[in-house]
């Protein structure tokens, strides 16, 4: 793939974030970002990184109007030894493209994407922060864009990357979260596009999680559309518990998104000979198991958080703790050997990391 390159001038580039700065999550970006067209006849082209900046969208794009619009999420980072590094993006192209299909989107080749990363990643590293704990956080982006009304697939689409520095996504770090499990909504049913990594299901979450925070919870734990039983995800990552010495995740049924760093764990965990089992999950035997103690941790996994233990949750008017609230030690042993991993410091032997040469 050709990429062309306009670069910013020298005086006009964005303010970087300082060293020892705090960087929350999503709030700056940097200086450049990736571009391609697709015609519905012609295919992809056009593949051009230019100074970050606004969109031009007609008002009657498609994708403001019927949502048809996916996203990725990725990390850069720099390892111990000062390569910059990328972890697993080979998974993440390849469900941007499921994700494609189910939002009848155009796919992009697996080793395009991978070109279009390194090559945007490659001349903003310097935003790349050196910060314990700090990333390069990297968002991919597919949109309809062909102007006109009317329920059908876009004939023109747009795909785009920006960056930005990152800190811990949650600002207490590693310590445990509290979840609140959500009774009222639902995120998404079988069928629907609940495995789709596209706006929609955030934005059916959006009030959730504004009433859960308001409460003082950290994030929503989100049932099944169709009982209200069975457990699902947390809003932003897929949830694990250790129920009775077994690992415990809910399969892979059609409405939940199939999480990079869930499929990490869960590849960790065989290799560690640990006892597993995707299954449905009941919501009763999570806070039966808390109560009575066969619940020893629960955790959730995925990009921005790696590994988020969980302190308690909250159903029907009353919270439950997990094993004291403490972090478990399953959760410790992950985040250690999944961030040692991606910053060089213990052998990558599945080559999951990808360096931008």
């Known amino acids: 793939m050709q990429i062309t390159v306009t670069q910013v001038p020298e005086n006009r580039r964005r303010q970087k974030p300082k060293s020892g700065e705090t960087l929350g999550f999503g709030n700056h970006f940097s200086d450049h970002m990736f571009l391609m067209d697709y015609a519905s006849g012609k295919g992809w082209g056009n593949a051009r990184i230019v100074p970050y900046g606004p969109l031009s969208l007609a008002p009657s794009a498609m994708v403001l109007h019927y949502g048809q619009e996916i996203f990725e999420g990725m990390k850069a980072y720099y390892a111990r030894d000062g390569a910059v590094c990328l972890f697993r993006p080979d998974r993440n192209a390849e469900r941007l493209n499921r994700s494609a299909a189910r939002m009848c989107l155009p796919e992009i080749p697996v080793e395009d994407q991978l070109a279009a990363l390194r090559a945007l990643v490659r001349l903003d590293r310097e935003w790349i922060p ?8 990297i968002r991919p982006t597919m949109i309809a864009t062909e102007a006109g009304l009317g329920v059908r697939p876009s004939a023109e689409v747009l795909f785009f990357i920006i960056t930005g520095p990152v800190g811990a996504y949650y600002a207490r770090g590693f310590d445990p979260v509290r979840i609140l499990v959500e009774e009222a909504y639902v995120r998404a049913a079988r069928g629907g596009t609940g495995e789709a990594k596209t706006g929609g299901n955030y934005a059916a979450s959006l009030l959730a999680a504004k009433n859960a ?59 560690w000979k640990l ?81 931008v040469e």
């Open 213 to 271: 925070k308001a409460q003082g919870f950290d994030q929503v734990l989100w049932l099944d559309a169709e009982h209200r039983r069975f457990v699902e995800e947390v809003g932003t990552m897929n949830i694990f518990f250790v129920l009775r010495g077994e690992l415990v995740t809910p399969p892979l049924s059609g409405s939940i998104l199939s999480g990079v760093t869930r499929d990490t764990v869960l590849t960790l965990a065989r290799e």
């Open 130 to 137: 050196r910060d314990e704990g700090a990333s390069l956080y």
């Open 275 to 355: 006892p597993l089992a995707e299954r449905p999950v009941e919501i009763d035997e999570v806070l039966k198991g808390a109560a009575d103690g066969t619940l020893s941790e629960a955790f959730g996994s995925g990009t921005a958080a790696v590994i988020s233990p969980v302190g308690s949750f909250s159903c029907r008017g009353k919270e439950v703790q997990v094993k004291g609230g403490g972090t478990g030690e399953l959760s410790l042993r992950l985040y250690r050997e999944i961030t040692g991993i991606q910053y060089g410091e213990i052998a990558d032997r599945h080559r999951w990391i990808h360096r």
